[in-house]
Structure formats: structure tokens, C-alpha cells
């Protein structure tokens, strides 16, 4: 769950924006198309996995 604090006169504009990137999402996953996270510290060889950040903890 993630809270969000957005001022009175943006909610429209955050609601707004909030299901575009659901639309996007959904677009994503019927196409297939899998989220990439990339994870590396200095020195480290990169970790990459094709689900989830937290996959990478």
C-alpha cells in the first residue's frame, strides 16, 4: 500500500495520472511485455530481474 499526499487543487490532476499509468500497466500486460528492474551496488556485478523490484532484495 502506498500513501500519497497530493494538494487539494492537484487530486484531479493526480487522479488523472493515477489511471493513466493503470491503463499503461494493463496495455503492458496484454501485450506481454514484462517489467525489467536493474540492481547493482559500486562494484558489483548488475542483478536483473524481469518481475518485481523487491524480486532483487
Partial sequence: MT???????????AAQAEA???GLGTARAAAGIA???VSYA????????NGPA????
Fill in 35 to 37: 517489467q525489467v528492474s
Fill in 20 to 22: 493513466q499509468s493503470a
Fill in 42 to 49: 559500486a562494484g558489483d556485478t548488475a542483478a536483473v530481474s
Fill in 3 to 13: 500513501l500519497r499526499v497530493v494538494p487539494e487543487g492537484l487530486a484531479g490532476a
Fill in 54 to 57: 523487491s524480486d532483487l532484495a
